[in-house]
């Protein structure tokens, strides 16, 4: 087995840990492998875009989702460090609302699965993070919704000591009372 996987706070949100296979010349791993990320997580995606984002210090993204078009997304870090974030939206669910959250880094080498139906965030606890993640949807503007990163209903605990740097959009982010949700 290459990968080893382990349930978050939240059990469908999933931290893979691949074999990584070094010695002086430097490093290698499989970041990806469909048969076995279907085996060990128990689902078959198809992931159809891959996304490439730079972050400096304090840059916090999120909580960002699709209404329609839900997105699962793989995240890994090539640079740097992040807290990374996901938040279930899924009215059914048991753990609707609640958060789970692990350091990803170029380091740890950790990926973090987060599938359709969370809401996904991170601020870049380095000096600056680079975060490649796959994704399961296209991108759909129209579809796109932010959940509060400070909502007190959700009482995330993010390692931070300052305001974050945000976006326009996700300062205006909706608190989960009044966020879009899946049913």
Known sequence: MA?????????????????VFGDARGFFFESFNA???????????????????????GVLR????QIEHAQGKLVRVVQGEVFDVAV???RGSPTFGK?????????????LWVPP??????????ESAELLYKTTDYWFPEHERVLLWSDPALGIDWPIE?????????AAGKPLVEADTYA
């Open 3 to 19: 990968i080893t996987v382990t349930a978050t706070a939240l059990p469908d949100v999933k931290i893979i840990e691949p074999k």
């Open 35 to 57: 048969r076995e990320f279907a085996n060990e997580i128990g689902v078959d995606v198809e992931f159809v875009q891959d996304n490439h984002s730079r972050s400096s210090r």
């Open 62 to 65: 999120g909580l960002h989702y």
């Open 88 to 90: 279930d939206l899924r």
């Open 99 to 111: 958060w789970a959250g692990v350091a990803l880094s170029a380091d740890n080498r950790r990926q």
């Open 117 to 126: 139906g969370f809401a996904h965030g991170f601020v870049v606890v380095s």
């Open 162 to 170: 300052t305001e974050p740097v945000l976006a326009v959009k996700d």
